[in-house]
């Protein structure tokens, strides 16, 4: 069983659309991430939950907005997708809040075209 | 604000020799980790090591800490062509892990 799954994992839209990506982890651990990394590779964190709740809210445009409904799930969604939007997001998620290792999934690949 | 920054950016070399990695951080840490991304697939993690921690073992992985320079290197020994990936450094800082630009391991037969 995938410990952390998120779909899906390529999505090709055009500019100004609407986007959903989402995220399940079946690990029990109670802090889910989102993560953007770019084409150099570089990984920024976007946003953290604890236990269904926003701990980090990184510099990020208010068109991209996490829901957690419960604790296995983070999805991220994205509201007038934009050119520069295009990078591979990833959710991970981990035990505790500090401390701990991240589990990662395999990403989505996001191309705004 | 941007921490971890790895150094070298690319290393290539060939199966049975050590690939060493460094680190380098700017603001007080909680730990430092050390993950694996092949090409196209997510993170793995390998090892974290405690800002009260010198240094950390996992089978053919070396991790060094040095708090007061603020810098963390990563020895792989014996490499082995599945070595071949990107490996990123992370730092613990309250509530996130910031990652560094990576370095990308070639591993050669």
């Known amino acids: 069983d995938t410990a952390v799954s998120q779909t899906p994992k390529y999505l090709v839209t055009q500019m100004g659309n609407d986007k959903s990506i989402k995220c399940e982890q079946n690990l029990g651990h109670d802090t889910m991430y989102w993560y953007k990394q770019d084409s150099k590779k570089f990984l920024k964190i976007m946003f953290s939950y604890n236990n269904k709740e926003l701990i980090i809210n990184e510099t990020v445009p208010n068109r991209f907005s996490p829901k957690s409904p419960d604790k296995a799930h983070l999805n991220l969604h994205i509201n007038s997708l934009e050119l520069g939007d295009s990078a591979v997001y990833f959710c991970?998620?981990?035990?505790?809040?500090?401390?701990?290792?991240?589990?990662f999934g395999q990403g989505t690949r996001l191309t705004v075209v | 604000s941007q921490q971890g920054e790895e150094d070298p950016q690319a290393l290539s070399i060939q199966e049975g020799e050590n690939a060493t990695m460094n680190c380098s951080y700017k603001t007080s840490i909680n730990n430092l980790q050390w993950y694996r991304q092949n090409s196209g697939r997510g993170l793995v993690h390998l090892i974290l090591?405690?800002?009260?921690?010198r240094e950390k073992h996992s089978g053919r992985l070396r991790v060094t800490l040095d708090t007061s320079k603020k810098s963390s290197s990563l020895l792989i020994t014996a490499s082995r062509a599945a070595d071949t990936a990107s490996y990123f450094c992370?730092?613990?800082?309250?509530?996130?892990?910031?990652f560094g630009k990576g370095t990308s391991l070639l591993v050669t037969p």
């Open positions: 991970a998620s981990s035990q505790a809040i500090v401390n701990t290792e991240a589990f």
């Open positions: 992370a730092s613990g800082v309250g509530y996130a892990l910031n």
């Open positions: 090591i405690r800002s009260n921690e």
